[in-house]
């Protein structure tokens, strides 16, 4: 390590701030490792005392942090090339079929809706990676949560009207645009709008998506709200429903999509930004998701992690 | 047929490669396949192409090192080079312009039809 970087470390030391660093150390046999170091000063009135020092060798995380992070870049570019290829010989069956039926249109845009899910379900695994690598920046840009809703209806809708079920959201003016991860925001909802739609009863479901402000605990949040009629989570799969790669029993035996990481992912992220999400459901009646996202916008990127 | 410009293609999968092939060729271009880097020099030794398009993930030699020995040997060298890939970052796009790649473009954000008027419009000029 060159000198500037103990000066610099030492200046940010006699700030008083907490430190986190890595570096590359050497072993009294010569060997080189990774140590993750922790500088903590303890104060007394004010001033500090004392520091408290703690080194972990994280050779082998890093090894293998690597390592997945090989993996997932590997994944990501084999999963993309038959997607493209999909989506390539759709163009070229429309083009061939120079005056396409309704019902080849139909089909079409069948597997064009697919494909699309296939795509979602493919980011959500490698949001996973990069959530769990600590990996997941986000762009807050000013945004109304309004549009966002509304973009998520009109992607859902040729799902719901598949699964007859109703979508019904009221814009509220009132709410005005707050700094957030539009694309995050959009992914979150679409997940609880589509399992809304999944676990709903057969032809006669009702999703409503309710947004308004809320105060909790002393602070301002905009609240959005997915409710459903379907059938509700049973009280022993309730605590489980955040955790990762869950999936609750009438989703297994129904097929359907999903490998049970939006809701993880979702949970991570809004905690780690100051903002929440949580449900309340009831077998037979139905469930209400809820999300929180301070009025002040959410923050722009994770914390490392110490 | 007289004037019909030649495309050399270079490209591993084999669907994709036919897909953009049926395309261009429908818009009037010849196209020759190469499935990995090798093959490709080989190709750009012993005919001459008015356009090449590239893949930089390919199997016995990528793209990077295709263009590196084309500058080397020589091949082709004032037909227009259109990198086709699917690796997007910054670091590929810049590597791949330093290394006499005239275009860069990601294969899931264009469609068949904007590949071909690319290729229309590289031709053009």
């Known amino acids: 390590m060159p000198m500037s970087f103990y000066r610099a470390l030492w200046k940010h030391k006699a700030s008083g701030h907490k430190i986190v660093y890595e570096i590359l150390n050497r072993r009294k046999n010569g060997q080189l490792y990774v140590a993750l170091v922790r500088i903590t000063p303890i104060t007394r009135q004010g001033k500090v005392i004392a520091y408290v020092a703690t080194e972990e060798d994280i050779t082998e995380f890093q090894r293998l942090d690597k390592a997945k992070t090989e993996f997932v870049s590997l994944a990501s570019h084999q999963l993309r090339a038959p997607v493209t290829s999909i989506r390539l010989y759709i163009e070229l069956l429309m083009k061939t079929l120079k005056r396409p039926s309704d019902h080849q249109k139909e089909y079409i845009n069948s597997i064009e809706i697919s494909l699309d899910r296939m795509v979602y379900l493919v980011n959500n695994f490698l949001n996973l990676s990069r959530v769990e690598a600590g990996k997941i920046q986000l762009i807050p840009v000013l945004t109304d949560v309004n549009d966002v809703i509304q973009g998520v209806m009109r992607e859902v809708d040729p799902l719901a009207q598949e699964e007859q079920c109703t979508l019904s959201f009221n814009p509220q003016s009132q709410i005005a645009p707050l700094p957030l991860d539009r694309d995050f925001l959009h992914q979150v909802l679409h997940n609880l709008v589509v399992n809304g739609i999944k676990f709903s009863k057969e032809g006669k479901g009702q999703i409503d998506v309710y947004v308004d402000e809320a105060n909790e605990q002393g602070k301002d949040y905009v609240r959005i709200r997915v409710k459903d009629e379907g059938i509700g989570i049973r009280e022993e799969d309730q605590p489980h429903v955040f955790e990762k790669f869950f999936r609750a029993e009438p989703a297994r035996l129904r097929s359907t999509e999903g490998i049970g990481l939006g809701l993880y992912v979702a949970k991570v992220i809004l905690d780690q930004t100051g903002g929440s999400i949580s449900f309340k459901s009831e077998e037979g009646i139905g469930s209400v998701f809820t999300v929180l996202i301070p009025k002040s916008g959410m923050t722009s990127s994770l914390p490392d992690i110490e | ?125």
Not at chain 2, 88 to 117: C, F, H, N, P
């Open chain 2, 1 to 125: 047929m007289i004037g019909m410009k030649k495309i050399l293609l270079v490209e591993d999968e084999k669907l994709i490669a036919r897909a953009y092939q049926l395309g261009l060729q429908d818009a009037g271009f010849d196209v020759d396949i190469a499935s990995d880097g090798v093959v490709a020099l080989e190709a750009l030794k012993t005919c001459s192409y008015d356009l090449i398009l590239l893949d930089l993930i390919l199997p016995k030699m990528d793209g990077f090192e295709f263009m590196k020995q084309r500058i080397e040997q020589k091949l082709c060298p004032g037909s227009p080079l259109i990198v086709l890939s699917n690796l997007g970052q910054v670091s590929d796009i810049k590597k791949s312009r330093e290394l006499g790649a005239t275009d860069y473009l990601v294969k899931a954000d264009y469609s068949l039809q904007d590949v071909v008027d690319r290729v229309t419009k590289a031709l053009s000029l």
